[in-house]
């Protein structure tokens, strides 16, 4: 059983959340906090697996509570859910330790999703907020490709550059005319041959070798 804190100053909001996570059968909410404070609080006492949290509440807020909640409960996962889609506030939270950064406006089944990818141990932003942050730090990665890259089909590379933006497979392969198999075939021949394991390690890759485009 995951266990689960809540942190957001709407109680009403934490009610809705509380069911819609309850609704999984591995997934516990065991503590509510109104405030960044009341959060560092509980989590020391409770020690969760997880931490879904918002940023902006009174007194201290979540982006505030972030670095103390990382030092105090380390191996805790914080997922920030939040209302503001500026790269700064993404940015903050991800430098301060988040493990993703989920928008409020994300239908049900992208939250859970994003859940279980971070207790995976991975890294979750929402898609919108994925191209905006790789758009934000492409200017920074003008390396050469490397030789690992360039053993890699014409397919598994677009495949890929569509992973690391945050497409799902789905997705993908309608934007590519392919079977859902396909896309799965190419996205795991192009990760095996580049040694990567997991969506975070390809976009790191990705980041660093400025293999991504806006177009």
Do not use: C
Request: aromatic fraction near 2%.
């Amino acid at each position: 059983m995951t266990t689960i804190i809540l942190v957001d100053d709407h109680s009403v909001l934490r009610s809705g959340l509380k069911l819609l996570l309850e609704s999984q059968p591995d997934l516990k909410v065991i503590g509510e906090a109104s405030s960044g404070l009341e959060a560092l609080e509980l989590a020391s006492k409770l020690r969760p697996d997880l931490i879904l949290l918002d940023l902006s509440m009174p007194g201290l807020g979540g982006l505030d509570a972030l670095p103390a909640l990382r030092k105090t409960i380390s191996s805790t996962k914080i997922l920030v859910l939040t209302m503001h889609d500026e790269p700064q506030y993404l940015r903050s939270a991800l430098k301060s330790g988040a493990s993703g950064y989920v928008l409020k406006k994300a239908v049900d089944a992208e939250l859970i999703s994003a859940i279980r990818s971070v207790l995976r141990g991975e890294m979750y932003v929402h898609p919108s907020m994925t191209r905006t942050l790789l758009d934000d730090m492409l200017p920074h990665a003008g390396e050469s490709l490397p030789d690992a890259w360039n053993t890699l089909s014409d397919r598994e590379q677009g495949v890929l550059r569509l992973v690391a933006l945050g497409h799902t497979s789905a997705e993908i392969a309608t934007l590519l005319n392919l079977s859902d198999k396909t896309v799965e075939t190419y996205r795991a021949r192009g990760m095996e041959k580049l040694g990567l394991h997991n969506r975070a390690a390809l976009v790191r890759f990705a980041l660093k070798k400025g293999l991504l485009s806006n177009d």
